[in-house]
Nanobody, 121 residues
Framework: QVHLVESGGGLVQAGGSLRLSCAVSGRIFRINDMGWYRQQAPGKQRELVAGITSAGSRNYVDSVKGRFTISRDDAKNTVYLQMNRLKPEDTAVYYC??????????????WGQGTLVTVSS
């Protein structure tokens, strides 16, 4: 069993900041890529916001470059998303996604439960 617990969402005014966390627990052999996705409306496709590899390479969707920073703490099996200068269009449910191996043979993606970020204008 693997569990992902997200925290840090909430309501913030435009220009403000939030920090999302996603802690992974359970049967973990190795964590590979970690990332944050968001879904801005029901039925709308979930988009990758930021990703980080096990080697520390990062990528971002263009709309958040320079404002969001993804990081990870492998000792804590946790991935973070620091969101600065938030805009109303950043409003969405944010999901963490982790690609991990539960043993040397089994690898798959896991999703967090989602945390709502609302940015008021």
């Amino acid at each position: 069993q693997v569990h992902l617990v997200e925290s840090g969402g909430g309501l913030v005014q435009a220009g403000g900041s939030l920090r999302l966390s996603c802690a992974v627990s359970g049967r973990i052999f190795r964590i590979n890529d970690m990332g944050w996705y968001r879904q801005q409306a029901p039925g709308k496709q979930r988009e990758l916001v930021a990703g980080i590899t096990s080697a520390g390479s990062r990528n971002y969707v263009d709309s958040v470059k320079g404002r969001f920073t993804i990081s990870r703490d492998d000792a804590k099996n946790t991935v973070y998303l620091q969101m600065n200068r938030l805009k109303p269009e950043d409003t969405a449910v944010y999901y963490c996604n982790v690609a991990l191996m539960t043993d040397v043979l089994r690898a798959r993606d896991y999703w967090g439960q989602g945390t709502l970020v609302t940015v008021s204008s």
